[in-house]
């Protein structure tokens, strides 16, 4: 059974760092692309960052370019996500998502419960 | 990186079918047969409904079905039931990067 647990999030004031860990078992992490989304309070789906299997291809949404940096160590089977010059913006829940398997691949299909970050003075 | 567009809101009896549209542009849902469909439940895990535009996982009910013409992808739900009542999303491959669309709350009534 695929299973994504993310932890790291919390409250952090304005202008400081966060980092998110994404703890990934029931597939071979190290074959697969992974994917940061998350979802502010009322607001929609917004996807952050992508990183390729062996971490040499990444790519973020501008929102978080410059200030955000995705990574993964394959031995461990985990994703992180460090988060630093925090924003208020930058308030919501957190997802670890799995490049999907069949098809394109360009999809999510499965995701953790996910992190909630908040930032706040 | 502008969000997809979808309506807020669609609501339906049970029983019924409604359809929920998901327009981009040519830069994302226009060249690209990557869509695919969200089940959201706020606070828990998103869930994949449709990939490749009508392609269903495995364990999906086909009540739900997925297409697309031009700039506009729809998910279909036919027989609403009750437990569909949640959030949708579309998502789209950019370029390297991904979409997600507004989001519409589905309300079963």
């Known amino acids: 059974e695929v299973q994504l647990v993310e932890s790291g999030g919390g409250l952090e004031q304005p202008g400081g760092s966060l980092r998110l860990s994404c703890a990934a078992s029931?597939?071979?992490?190290?074959?697969?692309?992974m994917n940061w989304v998350r979802q502010a309070p009322g607001k929609g789906l917004e996807w952050v960052s992508f990183i390729s299997s062996s971490g040499n291809i990444i790519y973020y949404a501008d929102s978080v370019k410059g200030r955000f940096t995705i990574s993964r160590d394959n031995a461990k089977s985990s994703l992180y996500l460090q988060m630093n010059s925090l924003r208020a913006e930058d308030t919501a829940i957190y997802y670890c998502?799995?490049?999907?398997?069949?098809?394109?691949?360009?999809?999510?299909?499965?995701w953790g419960q996910g992190t909630l970050v908040t930032v706040s003075s | 990186q502008s969000a997809l567009t979808q309506p807020a809101s669609v609501s339906g009896s049970p029983g019924q079918s409604i359809t929920i549209s998901c327009t981009g542009t040519s830069s994302d849902v226009g060249t690209y047969n990557y869509i695919s469909w969200y089940q959201y439940y706020p606070g828990k895990a998103p869930k994949l409904m449709i990939y490749d535009v009508s392609n269903r996982p495995s364990g999906v009910s086909n009540r739900f079905s997925g297409s697309k013409s031009g700039n506009t992808a729809s998910l279909t739900i036919s027989g609403l039931q009750a437990e569909d009542e949640a959030d949708y999303y579309c998502s789209s491959y950019t370029s390297s990067t991904r979409v997600f669309g507004t989001g519409t709350k589905v309300t079963v009534l």
């Open positions: 029931g597939f071979p992490f190290s074959s697969y692309e």
């Open positions: 998502a799995k490049r999907g398997s069949s098809g394109s691949r360009q999809y999510f299909d499965y």
